[in-house]
């Protein structure tokens, strides 16, 4: 009896264990027009969205454990409706043949990273995430990295965070996306 409560329990244990992916890589939408009103991408926002689909399938930092295999963005809400981190990710969803999850609104972050982190269909694999700017910094603390980074800059959308995890540490790299004209060097 005392070995199948032992079996039992090292079993429990072992199936709660995170299933954790190699790589999240977070990103704020592209470009949003003037109008703040208008819940869909700029003219530029669109150019980045499509360039972007050659910064994921090209950039060797970025596929370290392969091409993607899950797309998350924010979910539109009442009061929240835009359609830009949905719209930033379509072109690579139509590339990669994956669909782009929304389960969740933005300010629900904790919950989306912990929906990831315990997926073991993402277990050593790369998951791409596309959120609001405002809620990245806690996004980013929510899949361990430590210390939270600094707030996202309101007018920066040509950046990608790449969070790598080793031994059950998650690691935080800024990298630049270099995709259009005007984009950061550094």
Same mark, same amino acid.
């Not at 072992?14 to 869909?40: G, Y």
């Not at 980074?149 to 270099?178: C, G, M, Y």
């Given at each position: 009896? +005392?070995?199948?409560?032992?079996?039992? %329990?090292?079993?429990?244990?072992?199936?709660? @264990?995170? %299933?954790?992916?190699?790589?999240?890589?977070?990103?704020?939408?592209?470009?949003?027009?003037?109008?703040?009103?208008?819940?869909?991408?700029?003219?530029?926002?669109?150019?980045?969205?499509?360039?972007?689909?050659?910064?994921?399938?090209?950039?060797?930092?970025?596929?370290?454990?392969?091409?993607?295999?899950? @797309?998350?963005?924010?979910?539109?809400?009442? $009061?929240? $409706?835009?359609?830009?981190?949905?719209?930033? &990710?379509?072109?690579?969803?139509? *590339?990669?043949?994956?669909?782009?999850?929304?389960? =969740?609104?933005? +300010?629900?972050? =904790?919950?989306?990273?912990?929906?990831?982190?315990?997926? $073991?269909? =993402? %277990?050593?694999?790369?998951?791409?995430?596309?959120?609001? $700017?405002? =809620?990245?910094? *806690?996004? %980013?603390?929510?899949?361990?990295?430590?210390? +939270?980074?600094?707030?996202?800059?309101?007018?920066?959308?040509?950046?990608?965070? &790449?969070?790598?995890?080793?031994? +059950?540490?998650?690691?935080?790299?800024?990298?630049?996306?270099?995709?259009?004209?005007?984009?950061?060097?550094?």
């Amino acid at each position: 009896m +005392k070995r199948l409560l032992l079996i039992s %329990a090292l079993f429990v244990g072992f199936t709660s @264990l995170r %299933a954790q992916p190699a790589q999240v890589i977070l990103l704020r939408h592209a470009e949003k027009p003037a109008d703040e009103w208008d819940v869909n991408l700029s003219t530029r926002g669109e150019a980045r969205a499509r360039a972007l689909v050659s910064f994921f399938t090209n950039t060797p930092a970025l596929l370290t454990n392969g091409l993607p295999v899950a @797309l998350f963005a924010t979910r539109p809400t009442p $009061h929240g $409706h835009s359609r830009r981190t949905y719209e930033t &990710l379509e072109p690579l969803s139509k *590339e990669l043949n994956l669909p782009v999850e929304s389960p =969740y609104a933005a +300010k629900d972050f =904790y919950a989306q990273a912990q929906e990831i982190l315990n997926n $073991h269909d =993402y %277990a050593g694999k790369t998951v791409v995430v596309c959120w609001v $700017h405002d =809620y990245l910094p *806690e996004m %980013a603390e929510a899949f361990g990295v430590k210390p +939270k980074p600094p707030a996202w800059k309101s007018k920066e959308f040509d950046r990608v965070w &790449l969070i790598t995890f080793r031994d +059950k540490k998650a690691s935080l790299r800024n990298l630049p996306q270099h995709l259009l004209p005007g984009d950061s060097r550094r």
